[in-house]
């Protein structure tokens, strides 16, 4: 099992780098560099203001050499500086790498905490109106775009209803205590959660009443129904757990996605995410800020697959990487 | 049933009660104001910033010599007086065979920094020795380029002279020539000034923005998350006297979609020049008019021109009489009346009614009224004949066809273009529509003029510019020139670029206008543009806002935010 992860690992660096050199060049091939943006946003600049400016920011230099200051940053342990905010990387992402993360992870642990239940109750009830209704939950959570679904959420809980905050993650310009903190960060995440939950719910119930099915029609569920095992162990230890192979791969996925961002959400919500943030620094070209975010994007899936890999061994030890 | 029934009876009455009418308990008040952006915005540092909602917020906290009044009027600010020839605070002189100018600025006596230290002459020294640093990323340098050297008097470090290379009358034009807190920023810069961009990443407003001492206007800094919102609280030490709004927190609502939401749940009172599009603007505009809102939305037309670039390298376009048909076809009255609620204006050219350049004589200029006859008459002439299917046709059998492109996902100048295509069909010609996103047309279309036919997008100008980087010869981007310059028409006329070269010489005010409406002349006569309309600025504010006014020029309302107050809603409501 070592020998397996370190082998996986050094695969991941050597994916990570030749994805962010590809990644880099495909940032260089868009039409347009942060001077051409400058250009057409101020009929001012002249062609000296040009030439200084693509001098400084090193555009005049070929892909390979700007890719290797860059790397060189990088293993420096510097993060870079983002020319469009005018600040040093780590200080402009480590906060809402932050709120992604409490977005995310609040998403998905209120979809799992809703999804499994409700799909393994499905499972065990196939076919009753409990199963129709389910189902019809899940394919409606599936369905409903999310951008429509946060704006019908904000019409109705903070115009209507005001019961929670249109927009933002947190009240500010107020001095509030540790625990009047932590309830207005819940309320600021209410809807953003529910909007982003449903979709997640619908998804992971259709997966979990799957998974359950096949596993409860195997012939060692008949067995420890005929030993007289209680229903739930049956459930729990010999269904669910043999349901799980599936569930894994969908759940690692779902958590290699938690400093990704809901591009979507974030942006209906004016949540202070990761996901806008990288959006708007691909557009404006801010290299350092993209770069980064694709590098936590993309170590993240491999971290969390290989994460997914080990935990196939443990829920089923017929599988071996020895 | 019943209980389902209850509830929903319940859940319609809530509804039904909180809708909300005209409120005045909901009304902000001087305690504090808040105001939503749909922009991001970088730090404060003026010497380098280039978002407009960062200009936008730091006229809030930052002055500068002079500005331009919402009459389009410049005044001072931090000056005492503007120099001119006139007053003699200015005077011409000549220096090793160049004509110069040496002008005085008085900055007025209680200017001081948010940490209370004296604003001299010195911190526009230093603001321009910053400026001119090759490892600084300052995108203007123009503006401090031009002022050859400052000579601080002795005796009262807040008098100065400046001394400009070369003579031009708009000498004392400039409002983007910033002072930086010298007592503060010059350790930082003196370490870091030979690294690249050095100084902007150590510098005070990037690792310190709510240090007082950095800014000198009305408001200080308290509190600031990128991306999310500011929080400006009174400076104590503004030269201008104390704001009458103790607190102003601008949010970030990038999303102009919940823009309203977000006014009308109370999350923000305000939304500034830079949030609501104009068609989200108009239909809100009608919802506060028809359920009586506590809002106004505020239109001013302003300085920015929507019009059509026409590429002249495309043969068909290079007869003039095809680009006058293209004009004459084109209803712009009707366009914006139906569009825009006759909210915007249609243009005759480049400057808007706002600049004091601006004409609409037509003994100056050539003006096109909506005549399809004409149009077609003009096509006749220039052998595009008409046929069975509709089109016109040339003598080699090709149909006159035009691309049109704009922005892809910009629902007004889609709405344009489809308008356009119909009025274009019905002279003859087919129009092909094909859009691109922002950063495609801009990065690459535009300013590599890539662009077969037709290109819509819209210039900013401010009041009394010089149009050269947009109508000179020298001006066509190429591929020799780094694709510098804005002619992206491909417009070529000797007599326009030499009468531009005249123009920034000139100091007879009267020479100069007819200079401009010379080269406005050949503009409207060639039609290498043709103009749409002038685009105006959108605000939402709350009904007991006073002293606040749109200016509809990039000198923005916040450059006399001390002026602004909310009436007392109680008394409103008493009224």
Redesign the interface.
Known sequence: MTSFIIRRLIQTGIVITLLSFFCYLLMTL????PV??????????????????RA??GLDQPVLVRYWNWVSTILSGDLG?S??????VQE?MG??LINTFILSAAALLVSILIALPLGILAALKKGTRLDYSINMFAFTGISIPSFWLA?VL??VF?????LF?????RT??VDLSFGELLFDRIRYLVLPVLSLSLMSIGTFVRFTRSAMIEAMANDYIRTARAKGLSWPRIIVIHGFRNALIPLITILALSFSGLFSGAIITE????Y?GVG??VY?SI?SNDFNVAMVAFMISVSMVLIFNLLADILYGVADPRISYS | MRKIITSIFVFGLIVLTTVPTKSYSNLPTNEELQVGLSQEFENFNPMIMSMLATTWMYNMVGRTLMVLNEDAEWEPQLAKKIPSLENGLAERFTEDGVEKIRAVWEIVDNAKWGDGTDLTCRDFKFAREVALAPTVAITERETYEQVEEIIIDENNPRRCTFKYKEAKWNFNQIPKFYALPEHLERPIFEKYKEQPEGYEQHSLYTTSPTNPGLYNGPYVVTEMTLGSHTIFERNPYFFGGPAKINRIITKVISNTGTLEANLRSGTIDMISVLGMSFDQALAFNQRVQGRNLPYNVNFQPSLVYEHLDLNLDNPFLQDVRVRKALVYAIDRPGLTNALFGGKQPPAYHNLAPLDPWFTNDPKKIVVYPYRRREAARLLDDARWKLRNDGFRYNENGERLELTIMTTAGNQVRELVQVYLQDQWRSIGIRVRIQNEPPRVFFGQTTNRRRFTGVAMYAWVSSPESNPRSSLSCDRIPTEENGWSGQNYPGWCNERVTELLEKLDLEFDEQKRLNIIHEVLYHYTNEVPVIPLYYRSDISVTPINLRGYQLPGHQFSATNHVERWYLEDPKKMENR
């Open positions: 868009m039409p347009g560099d051409d943006l400058m250009i057409s946003a101020n009929p001012n600049i002249t062609s000296e203001d040009i030439e200084r400016l400084l920011y500086y020319r469009t905010y005018r600040v040093p402009l906060p809402r704006i904000i019409i903070a115009i209507w209803i005001p905050p249109a927009s933002g993650t500010v310009g942006t209906v919500f004016s202070q806008s943030l708007e557009i």
